[in-house]
């Protein structure tokens, strides 16, 4: 079978690792793809949010599967374009990726099917987002509604910076569109996990726990970046919470979404807050998370490609679907200055040391140059290992980084909970 990946990050590599072990499948294309990617997969310049482009290309090359990965083409309806051109395709169609595209629509579904979540209220007036802020008081969250690169949500410690959020989302246009309805929401305090779920539209398969670090800097500190590292499981997570979520998130969301006529096919991402008071959604995703991707499925057993193919045509409920015992974690090599500006095109040395039967590299931003490879992005790489548990996969996953080297490179040392 000839399958095609759409993205270009290290979530769509990890991906692109595992199809590689699926039965039946003969050749990957990846549009656009990266310079680690093109060792496994042909890559094709497309961009992830050219439809027409990436339409043709499936039809040109006859693909039999495709994959779309990142959350714009998914909200931008690349897998109803896709269908419609008659290949199938793995992801939520435009109408179902609203749940991750609109925080809105997120937020009023929880509402109405009775999910867990922080209390909110939608606002277009600054004014009265900002009388509800008074009454309310902070911490407070303040969240643009549409897709804006994970860059959204202000948690704002001052009734200043609360309002000059508003002001910046609903009269600066930060976010343009993405930012013309916000949402005003109580702040929760706990641990964070996040669980991705295959989904066919009426059954929901979580997959195993993980726990993303946001933050640019150790101990949390700093500004929110697409991920600094990641480990699975999360001990946090606990068999009890797990139970809980199934019942009372994870089932409820997904025939939410069926009630609502947009069935939820793909993977379904639940962001959630561990409180005193149990687990609250902070947000949905429509999509596999990066970098939560790169260490849990590393950790599946079954093949990937034939859950893919159930989820899209509704027999979810007969896969078979194992996980490995023990931990994963990825550690993300980043461009000195990320998220903020930053060089690249450095020389990435190491890259073959630092690989060896429990610990191997993912790529996120880099491109080949004859025999080099160079950075290109702010993510460069997650550095991932798996061990018997999670802290002895942490402890190898640090080994390998310091195998690796670039010019500027950085890393936080506390994934995983410990400082390295
Ligand atoms: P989101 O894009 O909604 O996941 O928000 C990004 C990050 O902001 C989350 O991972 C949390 O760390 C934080 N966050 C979002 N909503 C809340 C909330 N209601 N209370 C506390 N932290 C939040
Ligand atoms: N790691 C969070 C996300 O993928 O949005």
Request: net charge negative; aromatic share 6%.
């Given at each position: 079978m000839k399958i095609l990946v759409v993205g270009s990050g290290g979530r769509e590599h990890a991906i692109i690792k595992k199809l590689r072990e699926s039965e039946g499948v003969t050749d990957i294309i990846c549009a656009p793809g990266n310079g680690g990617i093109a060792d496994l997969a042909e890559c094709v310049s497309v961009s992830a949010t050219d439809i027409d482009g990436m339409v043709k290309l499936a039809k040109e090359r006859n693909v039999d599967f495709a994959v779309v990965a990142p959350d714009d083409p998914l909200a931008m309806g690349m897998v109803d374009r896709l269908e419609e051109a008659g290949i199938p395709a793995f992801g939520p169609d435009a109408k179902a990726a609203q749940i991750e595209a609109s925080k809105v629509f997120a937020k009023e579904l929880m509402?109405?099917?009775?999910?867990?979540?922080?209390?909110?209220?939608?606002?277009?007036?600054?004014?009265?987002?900002?009388?509800?802020?008074?009454?309310?008081?902070?911490?407070?969250?303040?969240?643009?509604?549409?897709?804006?690169?994970?860059?959204?949500?202000?948690?704002?410690?001052?009734?200043?910076?609360?309002?000059?959020?508003?002001?910046?989302?609903?009269?600066?246009?930060?976010?343009?569109?993405?930012?013309?309805?916000?949402?005003?929401?109580?702040?929760?305090?706990?641990?964070?996990?996040?669980?991705?779920?295959?989904?066919?539209?009426?059954?929901?398969?979580?997959?195993?726990?993980?726990?993303?670090?946001?933050?640019?800097?150790?101990?949390?500190?700093?500004?929110?970046t697409g991920g600094m590292g990641a480990f699975a499981p999360t001990p946090a997570y606990t068999e009890e919470i797990a139970r809980d979520v199934e019942e009372n998130i994870l089932q409820p969301t997904v025939k939410a979404m069926r009630d609502m006529g947009c069935p939820f096919k793909g993977v379904l991402y639940a962001g959630l807050m561990l409180t005193k008071?149990?687990?609250?959604?902070?947000?949905?995703?429509?999509?596999?998370?990066?970098?939560?991707?790169?260490?849990?499925?590393?950790?599946?057993?079954?093949?990937?490609?034939?859950?893919?193919?159930?989820?899209?045509?509704?027999?979810?409920?007969?896969?078979?679907?194992?996980?490995?015992?023990?931990?994963?974690?990825?550690?993300?090599?980043?461009?000195?200055?990320?998220?903020?500006?930053?060089?690249?095109?450095?020389?990435?040395?190491?890259?073959?040391?630092?690989?060896?039967?429990?610990?191997?590299?993912?790529?996120?931003?880099?491109?080949?140059?004859?025999?080099?490879?160079?950075?290109?992005?702010?993510?460069?790489?997650?550095?991932?290992?798996?061990?018997?548990?999670?802290?002895?996969?942490?402890?190898?996953?640090?080994?390998?980084?310091?195998?690796?080297?670039?010019?500027?490179a950085f890393y936080r040392r506390d994934i995983g909970g410990k400082i390295h």
């Open positions: 509402q109405r099917a009775n999910i867990r979540t922080a209390a909110a209220e939608v606002f277009t007036d600054p004014d009265k987002a900002k009388a509800y802020i008074k009454k309310t008081g902070v911490p407070t969250v303040i969240k643009a509604d549409g897709l804006a690169k994970g860059k959204g949500v202000i948690i704002a410690q001052t009734e200043k910076e609360a309002e000059d959020a508003v002001d910046d989302m609903l009269c600066g246009g930060m976010f343009g569109n993405a930012g013309s309805r916000i949402i005003v929401e109580e702040f929760l305090e706990g641990t964070e996990a996040s669980i991705m779920c295959f989904c066919d539209g009426k059954t929901v398969v979580p997959m195993i726990s993980s726990q993303d670090h946001k933050r640019q800097y150790d101990g949390d500190l700093g500004k929110n008071k149990g687990a609250y959604v902070l947000e949905y995703n429509a999509r596999f998370g990066d970098p939560e991707t790169q260490v849990v499925l590393p950790m599946l057993r079954s093949d990937l490609l034939k859950i893919m193919q159930a989820c899209r045509e509704g027999t979810l409920s007969e896969c078979d679907i194992a996980w490995e015992k023990g931990g994963c974690c990825v550690v993300v090599m980043t461009s000195g200055g990320y998220p903020d500006k930053y060089e690249n095109g450095f020389e990435i040395k190491g890259l073959a040391d630092a690989e060896s039967e429990k610990t191997w590299v993912i790529h996120a931003g880099t491109k080949r140059d004859g025999e080099k490879m160079l950075t290109s992005g702010g993510r460069v790489l997650g550095v991932c290992a798996k061990g018997d548990t999670v802290l002895t996969a942490v402890k190898s996953a640090y080994e390998a980084v310091e195998k690796i080297s670039f010019h500027n």
